[in-house]
């Protein structure tokens, strides 16, 4: 192990992958701050850069963008009390409270500093547990990998946007959409309408970047040029220490990191749910657990640690399955399977016996990007600032050109630019109808999984569908999905029936 880090890191510190690092963890803070930008843009956009790289350069651009982008919304966050990112959603509730009081440099710096901790403590459980995950992910075949599938689609489609009816709706969508063009078995043409084009299916890419991007832009455009933005408060940094706060403050908030980084670590693992639901858990908890938890909303630096070292802790959760299974954790880890398909690579648990230089490069850019994140997010914070003030009207046209630049780049087909425009105002109608886009793509990326596993599985069983059951492993997550699925229509059918008896004893 220690050799592969080695080999990783001799990799990495070489000068064009530390210059492209450098690059992507400064535009993926920037992403991540402006608000209406984020992560899963940014990766997006910077995709198509790699088909020209190496996969060691291209993945360590993937990764530092993720790691920079997660981190940047504390920054619009705590200046303009908006966050830049799903994931800083909790660190408005006390970080803005703070700025208002005259501690922004404080906020700022208890904030930096977490995140730096909260992704170096999900970077060390990725190296240490997701090896011994793929030992066992070994073992798996088309049963196991069908059940997870399943179960993957069931939970990210229970959980989104609170709505169990949406979140399977936007899932089944998704899968129906991935069934377009050759199927994987018999080589039929589905869903083709005599479009040549469409035999390869949609690009996984024209997707993310049209439901995302595209999406985005169309939502945002909406608010015209005169929108009112916020403008971001002075910071002053003169005779600021260090980081702003005490080392006391430091020790008295360890506790409260330890347990915000181990929830953002284990809401991260679950396919499809990511960091904007563990910053919010980690602060509801910590201020349950805190003493002076009634300070909390009103300027605790208790919240900005729970908020930023769980939402930071999420990056290592999301690679695991992504590294391991080949399941993306997130939207932010689906774009990256793109990345490494891009380069022949697919991730899953021979992974680590076929790429194990390139596994440990992915580790080592992951440790470089963090250290590159806590020096720009501190040294650059002025500049950041300035970048807040960016009209809409002019950035918005720059990232659409991109996004057709990028589609048209995958093929050099002008039909992936219509794509992108075709995903764009399906993302654009999720939106008006409060649809959640995560179980969308994840139902698009697990759809050829799931249906090619299902056929491979029943294959190897004559056509006896109760195998899956049976066997072990499948059995116990097609049972979950069951369960999770009862329990969503239990709890949503719970309150109308509390209603109709309240309506009966009147």
């Known amino acids: 192990m220690l050799d592969l880090l080695q080999q990783g890191f001799g990799a990495v510190f070489s000068i064009n992958i530390l210059l492209l690092m450098a690059i992507g963890v400064a535009v993926g803070i920037v992403f991540g701050a402006v608000p209406g930008l984020s992560a899963t843009m940014a990766v997006a956009l910077c995709l198509p850069l790699t088909f020209t790289m190496g996969p060691q350069a291209g993945l360590s651009l993937l ?26 959603i909790a660190t408005v509730f006390d970080g803005g409270p703070l700025m208002e009081q005259g501690h922004g440099a404080k906020a700022l710096g208890i904030g930096i500093v977490f995140s730096f901790l909260g992704t170096l403590f999900s970077i060390a459980a990725l190296m240490f547990i997701a090896p011994q995950l793929a030992k066992v992910a070994l073992s798996f075949g088309p049963h196991e990998y069908f059940a997870i ?57 024209t997707v993310m970047i049209g439901m995302f991007a595209v999406a985005e832009i169309i939502k945002l455009a909406e608010t015209g040029r005169h929108a009112v933005q916020g403008k971001a408060k002075s910071v002053s940094m003169k005779n600021i220490k260090g980081f702003g706060f005490s080392f006391k403050e430091f020790r008295e908030q360890l506790p409260n990191a330890g347990r915000s980084g181990l929830i953002g670590l284990g809401i991260g693992i679950l396919p499809g749910i990511g960091a904007g639901t563990s910053n ?71 992974l680590f016996i076929s790429q194990g230089p390139l596994v440990y490069t992915i580790f080592a850019a992951l440790i470089v990007a963090t250290f590159m994140m806590l020096f720009m997010e501190f040294y650059g914070l002025r500049l950041f600032i300035k970048l807040l003030d960016v009209p809409k009207h002019i950035l918005l046209p720059i990232i659409l050109v991109l996004c057709v630049v990028g589609a048209f780049g995958l093929s050099s087909r002008l039909f992936d630019v219509w794509s992108i425009l075709l995903f764009g105002l399906l993302g654009y109608g999720f939106v008006k ?74």
């Open 149 to 205: 599938a399943i179960f993957s689609l069931t939970l990210i489609a229970t959980l989104s946007a609170g709505s169990m009816v949406k979140g399977l709706f936007a899932g089944a969508l998704g899968f129906a959409v991935s069934t377009v063009g050759i199927a994987p078995v018999e080589a039929i043409r589905r869903f083709t309408f005599g479009v040549s084009e469409l035999n390869g299916g949609f690009s996984m890419l």
């Open 433 to 506: 109808a409060g649809m959640p886009a995560a179980p969308f793509i994840i139902g698009f990326i697990l759809g050829p999984m799931a249906e090619t596993n299902l056929r491979r599985g029943l294959m190897l069983s004559d056509g006896n569908f109760m195998d899956f059951f049976t066997n072990p492993i499948s059995g116990t997550f097609l049972g979950i999905a069951l369960v999770f699925i009862l329990w969503q229509v239990y709890s949503a059918m719970r309150p109308k029936q509390s209603a109709i008896n309240e309506i009966l004893r009147t």
């Open 280 to 350: 919010l858990v980690a602060y509801i908890i910590a201020k349950k657990r805190a003493k002076d938890g009634h300070t909390y909303g009103k300027g605790n630096i208790g919240g900005v640690v729970a908020s930023e070292t769980a939402n930071n802790a999420g990056i290592g959760g999301a690679m695991m399955p992504l590294m391991t299974l080949g399941i993306p954790g997130d939207t932010v880890t689906a774009i990256m399977l793109g990345g490494f398909l891009i380069h022949g690579i697919q991730p899953g648990p021979l």
């Open 63 to 88: 990764v530092a963008l993720f790691i920079g982008a997660t981190s940047g919304g504390l920054i619009s966050a705590i200046l303009l009390k908006i966050p830049g990112t799903p994931s800083s």
